[in-house]
């Protein structure tokens, strides 16, 4: 019974934030309410019992997508009082393709039945992915993290590029 009362609290953040997202003009506010969003969705993935997935939803969404997109928006002038422009026409796009959207999942859920009984077995499923890691795949997982360091040094480098030059004009 917690778990049910738990899921529909996930699912009710999930939809109040989203909406939120939808009408909300403020950078900043849209980013807190993608913050709720993502962070429920973790919270289904951890009460599903896929915990690696929302461990990386976390990490990767959250960790780094919406620090990029806050980071973008800080360093870019006058933007925490800019508000997004959507006009009217963006709005009706954005609800019917929405819309459509909600009605093929419900028709794909009203045809198929939510009545069976789905068991997950993850017995060892994040230690063996993490064993895989140290192992079979150290090469790839080295030399991803080397990579992903280029990319800080890199954009470290621009960053402090754009600075200078901004302040000689």
């Known amino acids: 019974m917690i778990e049910l009362i738990v899921f529909y609290f996930f699912i009710g953040v999930i939809a109040l934030s989203s909406f939120a997202l939808f009408f909300t003009k403020n950078v900043i506010h849209n980013a807190a309410y993608l913050l709720f969003s993502l962070l429920s969705v973790a919270g289904l993935f951890v ?7 929302a461990i990386t939803q976390v990490m990767v969404y959250i960790g780094g ?5 806050l980071f973008g ?8 009082d ?7 026409k963006r709005s009706l796009v954005g609800f019917s393709f929405g819309a459509i959207l909600f009605g093929i999942l419900a028709f794909g859920i009203l045809e198929e039945g939510i009545d069976r009984d789905y068991t997950i077995n993850n017995e060892g ?5 993490g064993v895989s890691f140290m192992t079979d795949q ?3 997982f080295e030399l991803t993290a080397i990579l992903l360091l280029v990319v800080l040094i890199g954009a470290v480098f621009v960053a402090g ?3 200078k030059s901004l302040d000689n004009h």
Do not use: C, P, R
């Open 47 to 53: 009460l599903s019992g896929a915990d690696f997935i």
């Open 161 to 163: 590029k754009s600075d």
């Open 138 to 140: 150290i090469f790839a």
């Open 65 to 69: 997508v919406l620090v990029l997109l």
């Open 125 to 129: 499923v994040t230690s063996n992915l």
């Open 82 to 88: 800019h508000e997004m422009d959507s006009g009217s």
């Open 73 to 80: 928006v800080m360093y870019t002038k006058n933007s925490i």
